[in-house]
């Protein structure tokens, strides 16, 4: 990889990790949560209930809402196995890492996408960008209610082709190396291809 593209991959791995680069906010989740949840005494398997985004217990997720890590709520509000009532308490979050959490979350409510759409935070809304479970229509809407700009849905396996036609031919060159990133991904099998031909990551189990 010739410098250039190894330091667009560097910027837009930061860029996907906590949306852009002004946010006050950890930038790897997983791993500082871990390091919280091991320093506070929590069992190796809660651990890693958080961290690959397990199923948890209803007391566990009412208990990591109040968790003063950012981190941890970030993980959790993104897990797939949380009820609509249980992403909602995380929508309340005052900190919009947290709430970009619940942007990634791929089991959202039509009302909890129109929220996160509303969200005050360009943190919040350019996650939104990248959940593969959002239709096209809801990714247009998005796009042209928050003029959101093309690279935020580089990175999403459905970005809607009227936008991937438009990254093609621009001159964003971190957005149409994130079109390859996604690419690549699929041909790799970090993506699959559903019944439904939308592209998802394998949920966790």
């Not at 941890?72 to 890492?97: C, G, M, Q, W, Y």
């Not at 009302?111 to 247009?140: M, R, W």
Request: proline letters at 7%; charged letters at 25%; glycine letters at 6%.
């Amino acid at each position: 990889m010739n410098p250039l593209k190894a330091c667009l991959t560097v910027l837009i791995g930061m860029l996907f990790a906590g949306c852009n680069l002004d946010i006050i906010g950890p930038a790897h989740p997983e791993k500082n949560a871990e390091k919280y949840l091991r320093e506070h005494g929590y069992a190796t398997e809660v651990i890693r209930a958080v961290v690959e985004r397990m199923p948890l217990e209803h007391r566990r997720i009412l208990e990591f809402v109040h968790i003063p890590s950012a981190d941890v709520r970030f993980l959790v509000a993104s897990n797939p196995n949380l009820t609509h009532d249980e992403i909602d308490l995380f929508l309340k979050d005052r900190d919009d890492f947290a709430r970009s959490g619940a942007a990634c979350n791929p089991n959202l409510s039509p009302s909890q996408i129109e929220s996160l759409t509303a969200d005050p935070s360009h943190t919040v809304y350019c996650k939104l960008a990248g959940n593969t479970f959002l239709s096209e229509p809801e990714l247009l809407r998005l796009r042209k209610t928050r003029n959101l700009g093309i690279l935020w849905f580089s990175m999403n396996p459905n970005c809607p082709e009227s936008i991937r036609k438009e990254i093609l031919l621009s001159d964003d060159s971190q957005a149409k190396h994130g079109l390859d990133i996604t690419d690549r991904w699929k041909k790799d099998g970090v993506y699959l291809r559903g019944t439904d031909g939308r592209w998802h990551k394998p949920k966790p189990q």
